[in-house]
C-alpha cells in the first residue's frame, strides 16, 4: 500500500484508501490502478497528470464509483460532504452512489459531444437533469443562466440549440454548466478539454479557475498535458504505473519535482507554455498492466536505477510540506536528473 500523505490536507472532502481496480484478463490479472491512496482538500484544484495508460480515467471513475465492468474497484473512499455525515462511496449496501453523482459529486469527460443525447434540446438536459433530482425546475433554470453567462455563453440561444448547433468550445462550456447545475461540491474532469484548440482550451482552463473560486468548489482534474494543468492546480499527484509517485503543491513540483519520472515529464516540455504537439515523448515505454516491473516500476526507464530499485517498491514519502515523492533516491535526484525546463512560469 502507499503511504498516506496528509501534511498538505487539513479538511479532507475524499480520503481515499488502498484502492485498486482490476480487470481479470486471459493474460492474468491486470492492475490499472494499484493501492492507491489520496486525500484531496476541500476547495482545491487537484490536477492529476500521466502518460497515456497510466491510470489517470481509473482514478477519475472511482471517485465516482464509476469503474465500468468487468473492473472490478476495491478499498475505501469516504466523501465528507460540508453538511452532514461522512459518506462511504463504496459501500454499496448502505449507499446509493446514483443519488450522490450530480448533486454532490459531479463528472465532466473528454468530448462533450459524447454526453449530450442529440435529439434533445440543451434545455431539455438542464430540466431533465433538475427534475430527475427532484430540484426546483424553475430555479434551476435561472441558475443554468447565470452559469452559461459565467462561462461567457448566450445563454438563451445555447439553450434553444441542438447539441449538433454548438461548437466543440461552446458545447464542452455548456456540459460544465450542466454539470455545476446541482451545485456540486466536487467535479471530476477527465481530460474535458483535450478535443479543442489550444486557444479555447486555455480560456476553459481560465473559467474553471473562476468557477471554483467563486463557488467553493472541489477539482479533480485529469489531463496527460502538463502544461495545461500547471497554472490551474494548486497541487499536482502524478501517477505513474497505475501508482502515484508525486504529489504536492503545484508550484514545489514545477520548480522542484522530487521523482524522476515528474523531471523526465517536465524535461519533454520545453516550456511551460509549449503546445503539446511540441512535447517530445519520454524515452522507454509506460509498463503493461499485466506485467508491471518488480520494485519500481520506474526502474527500466530511470536513470538512477540500481539493485534496490529492483527489489524495493519505494514508498511515497512526504517532507513537512506535503510534497511527497515515492523514489530510493530523492537526495540523488537534482544533480542526477537535472531540470532542462528553460523557464517556470507560474501565475499568481
Ligand atoms: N475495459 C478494460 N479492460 C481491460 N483493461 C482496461 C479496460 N479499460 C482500460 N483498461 C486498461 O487500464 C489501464 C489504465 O487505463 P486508463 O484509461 O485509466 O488510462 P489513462 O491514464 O486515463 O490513459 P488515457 O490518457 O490514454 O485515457 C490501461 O492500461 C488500459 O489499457
Given at each position: ?11 479532507p472532502i475524499f480520503e481515499v ?21 489520496m486525500d484531496i ?22 471517485l ?13 473512499i469516504?466523501f ?106 466536487a ?162
Amino acid at each position: 500500500m502507499q503511504q498516506t500523505h496528509t501534511a498538505a490536507v487539513s479538511d479532507p472532502i475524499f480520503e481515499v484508501r488502498d484502492i485498486s481496480v482490476s480487470f481479470d484478463m486471459d493474460r492474468g490479472e491486470s492492475r490499472v490502478l494499484d493501492e492507491v491512496d489520496m486525500d484531496i482538500e476541500r476547495g482545491e484544484i487537484l490536477g492529476v497528470v500521466g502518460e497515456s495508460g497510466s491510470g489517470k480515467s481509473m482514478f477519475a471513475s472511482a471517485l465516482l464509483d464509476a469503474v465500468v465492468d468487468p473492473g472490478v474497484l476495491t478499498g475505501d473512499i469516504r466523501f465528507n460532504p460540508e453538511d452532514g455525515p461522512p459518506i462511504d462511496l463504496l459501500d454499496r449496501d448502505g449507499v446509493d452512489i446514483k443519488d450522490i453523482r450530480w448533486r454532490q459529486i459531479s463528472m465532466v469527460f473528454q468530448g462533450a459531444m459524447s454526453s449530450f443525447n442529440p435529439t434533445m434540446s440543451v434545455e431539455d438536459h438542464f430540466r431533465e437533469t433538475l427534475s430527475v433530482h427532484d430540484y426546483d425546475v424553475e430555479e434551476g433554470m435561472e441558475r443554468a443562466r447565470q452559469l452559461l453567462s459565467d462561462l461567457y455563453l448566450e445563454a438563451d440561444q445555447v439553450l434553444g440549440s441542438y447539441p449538433h448547433e454548438l461548437s466543440g468550445g461552446m458545447s464542452q462550456r455548456a456540459l460544465i454548466a450542466l454539470a455545476l447545475v446541482l451545485e456540486p461540491e466536487a467535479l471530476v474532469m477527465d481530460e474535458p478539454t483535450a478535443a479543442l484548440d489550444l486557444l479555447m482550451q486555455r480560456s476553459i482552463i481560465e473559467l474553471i479557475r473562476e468557477i471554483a473560486d467563486e463557488r467553493d468548489l472541489t477539482i479533480v482534474f485529469i489531463t496527460h498535458d502538463l502544461p495545461l494543468v500547471a497554472n490551474l492546480a494548486d497541487r499536482l499527484a502524478v501517477l505513474y504505473a497505475f501508482e502515484f509517485v508525486e504529489v504536492g503543491p503545484a508550484d514545489d513540483i514545477l520548480t522542484g519535482a522530487k521523482h524522476p519520472y515528474t523531471r523526465a515529464l517536465l524535461n519533454a516540455t520545453p516550456n511551460l507554455d509549449t503546445p503539446r504537439e511540441e512535447m517530445r515523448p519520454i524515452e522507454g515505454s509506460a509498463p503493461d498492466p499485466v506485467n508491471v516491473p518488480e520494485g519500481c516500476s520506474y526502474h527500466p526507464r530511470c536513470p538512477l536505477a540500481d539493485d534496490t530499485c529492483l527489489r524495493e517498491d519505494p514508498p511515497l514519502t512526504d517532507d513537512a510540506d506535503g510534497h511527497a515523492a515515492a523514489c530510493h533516491h530523492v537526495d540523488r535526484v537534482p544533480e542526477e536528473v537535472p531540470l532542462t525546463l528553460q523557464e517556470v512560469t507560474i501565475d499568481e
